[in-house]
């Protein structure tokens, strides 16, 4: 396996390891009831992602995409 293939593999298990953190967080903030599973905080957290990613460059569909798939993720958790 090339160095290359190794640090995107690294990167791509921290990025695993972020959503369950991420993921755990929602479900705490559910059980404490604070708001952030509101679909205006959702739209809003979706809408940092976009202006984020134009400010680094990325394809801002790409990202909104991800960003849905990432709130989902957290929504879909406590179901």
Sequence with gaps: MTDTRLQLEKLDQQILKLLVERVQLCVEA???DEGLDSREVETEIISMWIEES????LDE???EKIAN???RLCREEDE
């Design 69 to 71: 798939m990432t709130v």
């Design 61 to 63: 569909v790409i990202v």
């Design 30 to 32: 559910r059980i404490r």
């Design 54 to 57: 134009v400010d680094l460059g």
